[in-house]
């Protein structure tokens, strides 16, 4: 099978490529040096191959925009990069069977809950967000128009050697001594490992929908840091409950301040969701991340 692919530099397309690769032929499209087709979709049209299938995880995350101008970036490499890739696919009269987006569970716009499920309302309320549902839009309509399937594959935080993010702030801070757990450490939030998804990607060919994926075990706090505190070498340091209030009372009155309650409270809540419709549709079935997990 003949795959495009875009993203392959970032995190998860570094997996998506050296999984894919091993059995297909694997073209890849970026901005990064060492691309088959080196371009920046956020401002052009590329000149595409005929494909059998694209996967598409090129596009802009783990940033918390403070201007006009930072917001505006989402939009451009999440929509606009989106809409020119379909443009360059749009040039030949034979489109790919299959076309596969890495969305994100952002869309639902939730900051607590448990077992979200697809049919959950979408409510997104930042840049990233927005900008995925827009882009979730534009694939919907291009499939629909020209018969190809498109899947949508919202993924929460994704685990792995050398991941970005919230989880490679955390490795950091374990590897540097100065993290500390929040109380207990209960609130447990949805993870996916990043080779389980590379390696799920190829038997959907020919599939449609949206679907949740996750590891289905959704670690606690406490649980993923320990686990890595134990590769790393090091010991997990808490916070009372007690304590953490009072910082975080202070935080509410200092701009700039670590912690503050609305940080504290995300940390204490859960945040999952059911991957049960791609479990039951697609054979989705991965193995837990802190079975796998490794920095």
Same mark, same amino acid.
């Given at each position: 099978?003949?795959?495009? &692919?875009?993203?392959?530099?970032?995190? &998860?397309?570094?997996?998506?490529? *050296?999984?894919?690769?091993?059995?297909?032929?694997?073209?890849?499209?970026? =901005?990064?040096?060492? %691309?088959?087709?080196?371009?920046?979709?956020?401002?052009?049209?590329?000149?595409?191959?005929?494909?059998?299938?694209?996967?598409?995880?090129?596009?802009?995350? $783990?940033?918390?925009?403070? !201007?006009?101008?930072?917001?505006?970036?989402?939009? +451009?490499?999440?929509?606009?990069?989106?809409?020119?890739?379909?443009?360059?696919?749009?040039? $030949?009269?034979?489109?790919? %069977?299959?076309?596969?987006?890495?969305?994100?569970?952002?869309?639902?716009?939730?900051?607590?809950? !448990? +077992?979200?499920?697809?049919?959950?309302?979408?409510?997104?309320?930042?840049?990233?967000? +927005?900008?995925?549902?827009?882009?979730? *839009?534009?694939?919907?309509?291009?499939?629909?128009?020209?018969?190809?399937?498109?899947?949508?594959?919202?993924?929460?935080?994704?685990?792995?050697?050398?991941?970005?993010?919230?989880?490679?702030?955390?490795? *950091?801070?374990? =590897?540097?001594?100065?993290?500390?757990?929040?109380?207990?450490?209960?609130?447990?939030?949805?993870? #996916? %490992?990043?080779?389980?998804?590379?390696?799920?990607?190829?038997?959907? $060919?020919?599939?449609?929908? !949206?679907?949740?994926? !996750?590891?289905?075990? $959704?670690?606690?706090?406490?649980?993923?840091?320990?686990?890595?505190? @134990?590769? &790393?070498?090091? %010991? #997990?340091?808490?916070?009372?409950?007690?304590? @953490? +209030?009072?910082?975080?009372?202070?935080?509410? =009155?200092?701009?700039?301040?670590?912690?503050?309650?609305?940080?504290?409270?995300?940390?204490?809540?859960?945040?999952?969701?059911?991957?049960?419709?791609?479990?039951?549709? &697609?054979?989705?079935?991965?193995?837990?991340?802190?079975?796998?997990?490794?920095?």
């Amino acid at each position: 099978m003949r795959i495009l &692919l875009t993203g392959a530099s970032g995190f &998860l397309g570094h997996f998506l490529y *050296q999984e894919l690769s091993l059995s297909h032929e694997v073209v890849t499209v970026g =901005r990064a040096p060492g %691309n088959h087709i080196c371009t920046d979709l956020s401002s052009t049209i590329p000149s595409l191959p005929v494909v059998d299938m694209v996967v598409h995880a090129a596009g802009k995350a $783990h940033v918390v925009p403070k !201007t006009d101008k930072e917001s505006k970036a989402f939009f +451009d490499v999440n929509v606009q990069g989106t809409r020119h890739l379909l443009e360059g696919l749009d040039k $030949h009269a034979v489109r790919p %069977n299959t076309l596969i987006y890495f969305s994100t569970v952002a869309v639902y716009g939730l900051e607590s809950g !448990t +077992d979200i499920s697809e049919d959950s309302p979408i409510l997104g309320g930042s840049s990233y967000a +927005d900008s995925k549902i827009a882009a979730e *839009q534009l694939l919907k309509q291009w499939g629909a128009a020209w018969g190809v399937q498109v899947l949508m594959l919202r993924i929460p935080l994704i685990a792995g050697k050398g991941a970005p993010g919230n989880l490679g702030a955390m490795v *950091q801070a374990l =590897r540097r001594g100065y993290y500390f757990r929040i109380g207990e450490g209960s609130g447990r939030k949805s993870m #996916v %490992n990043a080779t389980d998804l590379a390696r799920f990607i190829p038997s959907l $060919h020919g599939k449609a929908g !949206t679907y949740n994926l !996750t590891d289905g075990h $959704h670690p606690s706090l406490a649980e993923l840091d320990s686990l890595l505190a @134990a590769q &790393l070498g090091r %010991n #997990v340091h808490s916070i009372p409950n007690s304590l @953490a +209030d009072g910082l975080a009372w202070l935080g509410d =009155r200092l701009p700039g301040f670590p912690i503050n309650t609305y940080r504290l409270e995300k940390l204490r809540r859960h945040l999952t969701f059911s991957d049960a419709k791609a479990r039951r549709e &697609l054979g989705w079935s991965p193995q837990p991340v802190l079975s796998t997990m490794y920095v």
